[in-house]
Structures are given as C-alpha cells and as structure tokens.
C-alpha cells in the first residue's frame, strides 16, 4: 500500500458546486497532514494544515478521520479560480522530525 | 529573504556533465526537503535535512545525486554524470519543524 494515495481525477465540476476530495494513508502514527494546491507549472503552495479532528477557512473545510486513516478536503461554492491539482500530504514517522510524503494529487476542473 | 529562493530558474545541460542546483531557504527554518516533478507527474521525495541530524537521503534515486546543507542554512543538489532521464523540475521546501512546508519555484532541468 502506498504510503498516500489519492483519486487523480480529474473532477469536473460547474461554478457554485460543492465538491469534496479523499486521501488516504498508511502510517497510524502521523499527527498532522496537510492539503497543499498546485497550478500548471507552478510549485505547490499550502492550502490548510490539519492537526487534530479538521479545519476550516472560508469556502474550505479539511476533515480528519484517524480510525479509518483518511483525510478529505471539502470545497464548497467552486470558483473558476479553484481549478489546480491538490495534493494531499502525510509526514512520514511520528516524531517531530521526518520527510513530507506527497500524494499524486487530485485534479479539479472548475468549469463556467 | 522573504521565500525559498532557487537558483538557476532553468538549466540546460549535455548528458554527462555535472549540474548543481542551489536552495536558499528562509531564514531560520531547520527542514529543508529536496524534490523532484516530472512533467504530469507527482512530487518524488528526494532527501530532508533537519536542523543538525543526518539527512534522510533515502528518495536519492543513484549514487549521482548527493546533496548537502552548510551552516544549516544553504543546500547544494548535485547531479554527476547527468542522463535524460534526469530531467525534471527541482523543487526545494523549508520549513520550522513540523509545520507545512514553503516552496521555492523550483529549477527546471532539462538534459539534451
């Protein structure tokens, strides 16, 4: 099993919907994930932080599920502007220290 | 400075020479994480430096690549005897411990 996996897509989706993505992982003993964005040829940028059951921000709501090791990452009222790949990532390892795993990334489509 | 800094923007090299890249991280971040992104593809790990303890260089995909960190602070990729297979972007990240980390806009290498 792949350390993080994620659905690659792509999600086409029309303006105003809501459309939510999954990620799931291997190691139990992770703390904190993240849900970084990444727009064609351009390098990822962090989008949210989760630490602890979930996180919202705006049109944006990260949720957490440690007994099923999964992660998702809700977007509500799509804006053509939400269109990039997000890519889900897990650190590896327990500790403080340890190398971020990224996952392939899910590519949404927001279309008008 | 204000971001992860990376230097050249582009590189185009012959197969075989040897290439260096440089990742100026911000300041006074203890991670610093080397990637690589084939085109369509997701990020591959390649090695993480934390603060003073040995780097993780288990994502180095050959015995060409090695990569150092001086005064925890700038880190050096160097490639020997370049292959086409090689080419790729090389995305650098700091960051404090345990926090998600910033990218810088990476290194674009192509081998001819």
């Known amino acids: 099993r792949k350390e993080v996996e994620q659905d690659p897509g792509p999600f086409n989706v029309p303006e105003g919907a809501t459309v939510a993505f999954n990620c799931t992982y291997s190691n139990s003993a992770s703390q904190s994930f993240f849900w970084y964005r990444q727009d064609c040829r351009k390098e990822p940028k962090l989008l949210m932080s989760?630490?602890?059951s979930g996180n919202e921000d705006g049109r944006f709501t990260a949720q957490l599920n440690r007994a099923s090791q999964y992660i998702s990452l809700l977007i509500r009222d799509s804006k053509l502007s939400d269109s990039a790949t997000y890519l889900c990532v897990v650190p590896h390892g327990s500790s403080n220290t340890g190398k971020l795993i990224f996952g392939q990334g899910t590519t949404l489509q927001v279309k008008p | 400075g204000a971001g992860v800094s990376q230097s050249p923007s582009n590189k185009v090299t012959e197969k075989g020479k040897d290439v260096e890249l440089r990742c100026d991280p911000i300041?006074?971040?203890?991670?610093l994480y080397w990637y690589r992104q084939s085109l369509g593809q997701g990020l591959e790990f390649l090695i993480y430096f934390q603060g003073n303890s040995a780097p993780d260089k288990s994502g180095l995909p050959s015995d060409r690549f090695s990569a150092e960190r001086t005064g925890g602070s700038v880190s050096t990729l160097t490639i020997q005897r370049t292959q086409q297979e090689d080419s790729a972007v090389y995305l650098c990240a700091s960051s404090p411990a345990r926090v998600g980390g910033t990218f810088g806009s990476g290194t674009r290498l192509t081998i001819v």
């Open positions: 300041s006074g971040h203890t991670a």
């Open positions: 989760v630490y602890s």
